[in-house]
């Protein structure tokens, strides 16, 4: 049999598409998701129900400019970076309700009609808080435009350097009384797909609506508005939260010959943005998960623990799914000894973060791991959906799969995370190596473990 | 000033195209390569003339089947192998002239008229030689299907195995009286795109028409012949030689501090196949060798050798382009101390391929490399264009920009070698590499070579 994990990520983006926490998609893509493990003859496959919350968009959201500022057109295409420089050189054209690039950010309130403001431009915390303090803020619209730096060669820690305000963003501004924010999508690229994501609120009264605008759209406003600081824009939200809904985490499993109530669970998380298809977040780490699956039961492998695919959901917006996990395991006495994530997207494999007890077990096949160009082994695992096994017994040890991470932010939360740019053999290598790492996993004794 | 590759390589394949040597597109992409390298204010841009083959595809060749076998319509869209195997499982639908997805090789004669004949599928030369022997393909087409290993993951040398039956499979198989070749798509991908490249004849009288197909069709021929011995297609290619025209090399120098008549040369070739635009084969790599450039001016180096950015002309078709800049770096006395080739696509950078020479002196850089994820180095370096130079002198040092290669073969000599599938990011980090060693090689003294 060929691999499956390209074409069963094609399925699930294609029939099912985005699956955000609590939606129809998501329960659909839950089932679609059973009854395709359970053509792999499986030891067993089931599901185990969660409660997780329901966050909507509504009505697609705008922001536009206000009429009496003037541009030229957005250039559009794909590409957009490929003169992205162009953007912040735009001249306003007439125009009564000027369209901008820009997405709701996950758990947002809605706006009640339209809401105008003024926007106040916002690089950093302390700006923030010296503008705030002399009342800068007071019934304006944050506009946070961090943008990530390109020197950094791991993305991720570009992304690290830059969330920070599109989570708490909001709650930081409503303290000096602004009445909404705008974010500089988190992306390495200059284009005009606004990239969405989880914000919160602090536990105060009063919460304020929240957006995402496109990087080359983040350049224009700050160009426009250093032109003139009375720019105005409109915004449109129509988002709002219902309450929770039952849903599930899905798990393949095959018993283990040696010790069976040990565990080794490994995946990603089903729910993704309603933006795109949750192609590589995390649509990719689910195949890996259960292709590594397949795969070692293809070659006719006797794992000695039990393994464990597992589909977590509602990890963008709740963690509700690794929650509810953690505790049934423990609830259970089902004794996980090891845990794997991917969820970093379904590029070219280049190794792992790997957990200080799991450091030295896993160095050993250091030699193997590099002829497969898969032996970059950084120190430190984890994941957000693993996370709670560790937090519950500290002796877990954690594995983090690592793919490149240069393609991963243009795509990210945003209409881009499609299938068309996911590619089948970075995908299958993926899969490949978390096969590789779970055999690894599987061939050390867990002694600190009591049967 | 930002990055300048991207935006550059976008303008190269947007407003020139593809550039196959001896072509109008060439000419015009040289010109505008010169206006382009002149606004950077490197010490000196200027051209090499070499008279380069010209070979023409004329008009769009066509393969197709025969009426009397029916199919369902091959599916088309992308990406054609998330259910790729669907194409074996084809029946035939009634067709009077039913097209397939091929392309004339470089080189190749045309027909005269279109051509009919049966198939006669060949999966190795053994197999070519035991069914030659026995008459097998006297008056037939023969059909060369042997597929890329996909169990390498150096997608190079998967390319290795395979490529010698596209450039020599026409002239083994008229030695048995075949009167055509089609020969499957050098690619990891099952899909609907052919994929072209130069093929040769030898040294007799006879020369055949030779095409490539998709690695999909070659699937359902593949499927379609060993049900039907007797299945025909037909062929109709238009391509042509011309005579020689005058073309050239580019360069773009900064002259040396301490050693200005040692030279250290860096590159990619300039011209492309007529399908795509040369984007990753090989715009990228002219693009990482002006990047290079630039940037070591740009950061103010004060480089030790004299540096030389060269677009070499003619790789695909000839070689003319290298032939002849080492004819003149020899003719002129200019001491090439070491090159670098880059040609293996504008994707995430991943190492160097380094001469025996070099490899001590480039090793103590190993970490440094290993800091940016570029410290894959391997023994031998290497590469067409590069290669005449270390023909005249063994003592020169070669190097090869080894990228990751696994969506390489997806696109190359195919027409989605598009801008579109380059990475911003990506491309720019292979420019950056490519500055970082030739910063390394300019540290090096080269007492082996008299001032």
Known sequence: MRGQCYSRLGELCKTIGPRLSGSDAAENGIAWGVNMLNTYGFDSVYTQPVWVP??????????????????????????????CEAFTEQELKPASKYQLQACVLGGSIGTIGVMKGKIVLINSWSELDSLGKIGALKDK??????????????TFAAYGACVGQRFSGASKAVAYGAKAVLVRSMTNRCDLHPHTGVMGYADTNVKIPAMAVASAVANMLESLVQKDPDLEVNLELNCRTLPDRLSSNVIAETKGSQFPSHYIAFGGHFDSWDEGEGAHDDGAGCMHAFEALRILKAVGYEPRHSLRCVWWINEENGLRGATEYARLANQNGEVH??????????????????????WQHV????????????????????????????KANAQVGLVSFIPDSQRYFDVHHAETDVFE???KRELELGAAAVAVMIWILDQKDYPEFAE
Do not use: C, M
């Open 337 to 358: 000894v090891a845990a794997l994530e991917s969820d970093r997207g379904g590029f070219v494999p280049r190794g792992f973060g790997v957990d200080s007890t799991l």
């Open 421 to 423: 740019n996911v590619n």
């Open 363 to 390: 160095g050993q096949f250091k030699s193997l791991l590099e002829a497969y160009n898969i032996g970059a082994l950084e120190k430190g695992g984890g994941g957000a959906d693993i996370g709670p096994l560790k």
């Open 54 to 83: 329901r966050w909507e968009r509504g009505d697609k959201e705008s922001l536009w400019l206000h009429s009496t500022v003037f541009t030229k057109e957005l250039k559009t295409g794909f590409p957009a970076d490929y003169n």
């Open 141 to 154: 619209i944050a506009f946070y435009n961090r943008a990530f730096d390109e020197s950094l060669l791991n």
